[in-house]
């Protein structure tokens, strides 16, 4: 064969298919080969025809079609299927050889894939690719990490096609070692499921309380999008607002209410939880989804359950305007929690992380690109090591402008009975995380007298602790103090 490739892709699914277009596109030869080998022929024989791919019917005919050091990406299903890939694919590559996970890998299956491939003499990368179909083919936003090495011989090809910001800045740069780069992915869709459910509610309200059409729905959420809410999914959810079926009629009224999720939301909270950061908004986005599957329960329980019926007697335009303010603060808690986590994991797993630079990361391509991320950005230019993203200044004067609305759609929310989770479990965050004193110490009162966990003093120096024989009978005995 005269021609090599300059990287080779299995798996020609959706995301797989668009991705290799986009490479061709970019002036790159691609390898394919599926696991289905019809699927091969069906894509040469179709949206590839006449372009420069190779097309493989066996791994060994795969494999031996690439440039070295060859370049392998794998677009399957996470979990299983790509252990197994790994080891089809091992016999047929040599030293130096990288293999690529672009998949929605959970990251310490990442970590520990990259450690083994690299004890065979090989590299590896788990990268993050965002963007849906649309930007697999246009230009996805790339978050690599695993084995450094690597990142030399796969930044001209990932630069190229990925999204570009204004200046031409590609929406693609190394995140750091192991697991990395599909741990920020993680935390990506994580925000995504939050940035959804807030739109949600949004959209509840308005629905409920404004008795606002879908076509007026349509119209609030294009100008939204015409502001500083401007984001890719403010700019669909007019878009779907505005559809119409075949009988003139608004689309979105007829999907049934119950949404579908694919894990990575709760790998988020899982994470959240074991390094003990409070994730609440993110949390409550994942749960949302599992009540909406709870239809026929709901449906019953609706027949069942009320409240006294409370006419809405307010200002419905300037409610409108207090949802736009109350979307926008709970976005920016949103995003203060998803940094902080990847703040803490930085610590905990050893990751140089760029927090400014995974920002400009997700500024295009992605399924959260936003005006918004710019912003942030420019937050962590302003400060490297900012602790909380609402306490720089751009967010702190923004919330502060935005609360009395945001405080007063929840007031709303309640009064009527409609829940509004990721917005009201976002105040309760920036509510607390603004509290100089909590009511923690009658926690750990408690803690002390039916498990003698101790206690520390205010009056005494930090890590001094504490244990009272509350009731008499105990002894001075106490428990370890840990965090688990």
Same mark, same amino acid.
């Given at each position: 064969?005269?021609?090599?490739?300059?990287?080779?892709?299995?798996?020609?699914?959706?995301?797989?298919?668009?991705?290799?277009?986009?490479?061709?596109?970019?002036?790159?030869?691609?390898?394919?080969?599926?696991?289905?080998?019809?699927?091969?022929?069906?894509?040469?024989?179709?949206?590839?025809?006449?372009?420069?791919?190779?097309?493989?019917?066996?791994?060994? *005919?795969?494999?031996?079609?690439?440039?070295?050091?060859?370049?392998?990406?794998?677009?399957?299903?996470?979990?299983?299927?790509?252990?197994?890939?790994?080891?089809?694919?091992?016999?047929?590559?040599?030293?130096?050889?990288?293999?690529?996970?672009?998949?929605?890998?959970?990251?310490?299956?990442?970590?520990?894939?990259?450690?083994?491939?690299?004890?065979?003499?090989?590299?590896?990368?788990?990268?993050?690719?965002?963007?849906?179909?649309?930007?697999?083919?246009?230009?996805?936003?790339?978050?690599?990490?695993?084995?450094?090495?690597?990142?030399?011989?796969?930044?001209?090809?990932?630069?190229?096609?990925?999204?570009?910001?204004?200046?031409?800045?590609?929406?693609?740069?190394?995140?750091?070692?192991?697991?990395?780069?599909?741990?920020?992915?993680?935390?990506?869709?994580?925000?995504?499921?939050?940035?959804?459910?807030?739109?949600?509610?949004?959209?509840?309200?308005?629905?409920?309380?404004?008795?606002?059409? #879908?076509?007026?729905?349509?119209?609030?959420?294009?100008?939204?999008?015409?502001?500083?809410?401007?984001?890719?999914?403010?700019?669909?959810?007019?878009?779907?607002?505005?559809?119409?079926?075949?009988?003139?009629?608004?689309?979105? *009224?007829?999907?049934?209410?119950?949404?579908? @999720?694919?894990?990575?939301?709760?790998?988020?909270?899982?994470?959240?939880?074991?390094?003990?950061?409070?994730?609440?908004?993110?949390?409550?986005?994942?749960?949302?989804?599992?009540?909406? #599957?709870?239809?026929?329960?709901?449906?019953?329980?609706?027949?069942?359950?009320?409240?006294?019926?409370?006419?809405?007697?307010?200002?419905?335009?300037?409610?409108?305007?207090?949802?736009?303010?109350?979307?926008?603060?709970?976005?920016?808690?949103?995003?203060?929690?998803?940094?902080?986590?990847?703040?803490?994991?930085?610590?905990?797993?050893?990751?140089?992380?760029?927090?400014?630079?995974?920002?400009?990361?997700?500024?295009?391509?992605?399924?959260?690109?936003?005006?918004?991320?710019?912003?942030?950005?420019?937050?962590?230019?302003?400060?490297?090591?900012? @602790?909380?993203?609402?306490?720089?200044?751009?967010?702190?004067?923004?919330?502060?402008?935005?609360?009395?609305?945001?405080?007063?759609?929840?007031?709303?929310?309640?009064?009527?009975?409609?829940?509004?989770?990721?917005?009201? #479990?976002?105040?309760?965050?920036?509510?607390?995380?603004?509290?100089?004193?909590?009511?923690?110490?009658?926690?750990?009162?408690?803690?002390?007298?039916?498990?003698?966990?101790?206690?520390?003093?205010?009056?005494?120096?930090?890590?001094?602790?504490?244990?009272?024989?509350?009731?008499?009978?105990?002894?001075?005995?106490? #428990?370890?103090?840990?965090?688990?």
């Amino acid at each position: 064969m005269n021609t090599l490739a300059d990287i080779g892709l299995i798996g020609l699914a959706v995301m797989g298919e668009n991705l290799v277009l986009n490479m061709e596109n970019k002036g790159y030869t691609v390898a394919v080969f599926n696991r289905s080998v019809e699927k091969v022929d069906k894509f040469l024989e179709g949206r590839g025809k006449g372009k420069k791919f190779i097309g493989a019917h066996n791994m060994d *005919e795969f494999v031996k079609s690439i440039k070295r050091p060859r370049k392998v990406m794998m677009l399957v299903k996470a979990g299983q299927p790509v252990d197994e890939l790994i080891e089809q694919l091992l016999p047929h590559l040599e030293q130096g050889d990288i293999v690529i996970d672009g998949g929605n890998s959970y990251f310490p299956d990442t970590i520990r894939r990259t450690k083994y491939i690299e004890s065979k003499g090989l590299l590896y990368i788990g990268t993050g690719v965002s963007g849906g179909e649309e930007g697999a083919l246009t230009g996805p936003s790339i978050m690599p990490g695993g084995s450094p090495e690597a990142w030399p011989h796969v930044k001209p090809l990932f630069q190229a096609i990925s999204a570009k910001v204004e200046d031409g800045t590609p929406c693609c740069d190394w995140v750091g070692e192991n697991g990395a780069g599909h741990f920020v992915k993680m935390v990506h869709n994580g925000i995504e499921y939050g940035d959804m459910q807030l739109i949600c509610e949004a959209y509840h309200i308005l629905r409920e309380l404004c008795g606002l059409s #879908s076509d007026e729905m349509h119209q609030v959420f294009s100008s939204w999008n015409q502001g500083e809410l401007n984001s890719y999914l403010i700019e669909i959810t007019a878009d779907i607002l505005g559809y119409r079926d075949g009988h003139g009629e608004a689309l979105v *009224e007829k999907i049934l209410d119950t949404a579908g @999720q694919k894990g990575t939301g709760k790998w988020t909270g899982i994470e959240a939880l074991e390094l003990g950061v409070p994730l609440t908004l993110i949390v409550e986005a994942v749960f949302a989804r599992s009540l909406s #599957s709870l239809k026929e329960e709901r449906v019953k329980a609706s027949g069942i359950l009320d409240i006294p019926p409370v006419p809405f007697t307010g200002d419905k335009k300037a409610l409108v305007g207090d949802i736009r303010d109350a979307l926008y603060a709970a976005k920016i808690v949103s995003y203060a929690q998803g940094f902080a986590l990847m703040k803490t994991a930085a610590k905990d797993y050893k990751w140089n992380l760029n927090y400014g630079g995974i920002a400009l990361m997700w500024r295009g391509g992605c399924i959260i690109r936003s005006a918004f991320l710019g912003k942030i950005k420019e937050a962590f230019d302003r400060n490297a090591e900012l @602790q909380n993203l609402l306490l720089d200044p751009y967010f702190k004067s923004r919330v502060s402008e935005a609360q009395g609305g945001w405080r007063r759609v929840i007031a709303a929310a309640a009064l009527h009975g409609l829940p509004v989770p990721a917005l009201s #479990s976002a105040l309760a965050y920036f509510d607390g995380y603004r509290s100089a004193r909590l009511p923690a110490n009658l926690l750990q009162a408690q803690r002390d007298y039916f498990g003698a966990h101790t206690y520390e003093r205010v009056d005494r120096p930090r890590g001094e602790f504490f244990h009272t024989n509350w009731t008499g009978r105990g002894g001075t005995t106490a #428990s370890s103090t840990y965090n688990a």
